[in-house]
């Protein structure tokens, strides 16, 4: 059975740029969420997808987007960046069955500058 | 809105040792799962242990335990004989039961074990 992964580990980007972020979901899973970790912080809830669908969004503007394929891997894509955005995204994978735990990838680490 | 509060920021143990860490919730729902997740400094999130409200037994995973206290919204995880490769930030985490299943986290305890 293979995990959550996510691509790509580390990135640097610059105020103002866009940014796109890949996860790909644990064999069997159809639903990903996206969380934002800033440094010294609890993750918090960006969005999530299930079938292709957005299925609840947190408290992100929209220049925060996302997307997920066919094969329920996802990208989170942020625009016109800032450097508050700098932060680790996961990404975790669960089930459609309410009672499915989420499983988290490692991360990406975004540092904007 | 659900909140979940981790009061302790750090804690330091002795290997071998046992230790407690504390969570509390605040939710209106009767219904709902919590979880202890463990982040070690490698990143990737970890599930320790999870508890669904509606079951009065705590719940156990090995070295790892609760006590779950839903009447005092208490959710604590008990480490007993506790090893060096449990040294790492542990996020305690609440979802409902409805809706979309996204997890709202506390603020961490940073947990060292000492040799």
């Known amino acids: 059975e293979t995990g959550v992964t996510q691509s790509p580990t580390h990135l640097i980007k610059t105020r103002g740029q866009q940014v796109t972020l890949r996860c790909s979901s644990q064999s069997g899973h159809n639903t990903v969420s996206w969380y934002q970790q800033a440094l010294g912080q609890g993750p918090q809830f960006i969005f999530q997808?299930?079938?292709?669908?957005?299925?609840g969004r947190g408290n992100f503007p929209p220049r925060f987007s996302g997307l997920q394929f066919p094969n329920y891997s996802s990208e989170l894509n942020v625009n016109a960046l800032e450097l508050d955005d700098s932060a680790l995204y996961l990404c975790?994978?669960?089930?459609?069955?309410?009672?499915?735990?989420?499983?988290f990838g490692p991360g990406t680490r975004l540092l904007v500058l | 809105a659900q909140t979940v509060t981790q009061s302790q920021p750090e804690m330091s143990v002795q290997e071998a040792e046992t230790v407690t860490l504390s969570c509390t919730y605040d939710?209106?729902?009767?219904?709902?799962?919590l979880f202890w997740y463990k982040q070690p400094p490698s990143r990737q999130m970890i599930l320790v242990i999870r508890?669904?409200?509606?079951?009065?037994q705590n719940a156990t995973e090995n070295r790892f335990s609760v006590n779950f206290q839903k009447a005092a919204k208490s959710f604590s995880l008990k480490i007993s004989d506790s090893q060096l490769g449990d040294t790492a930030m542990y996020f305690c985490a609440f979802r409902e039961n409805f809706g979309n299943e996204k997890l709202t986290f506390g603020t961490g305890t940073r947990l060292t074990i000492i040799p």
């Open positions: 939710t209106s729902e009767n219904n709902y799962y």
């Open positions: 508890q669904e409200a509606y079951k009065q």
């Open positions: 997808y299930y079938r292709e669908e957005e299925n």
């Open positions: 975790a994978s669960s089930g459609r069955d309410f009672q499915e735990t989420q499983y």
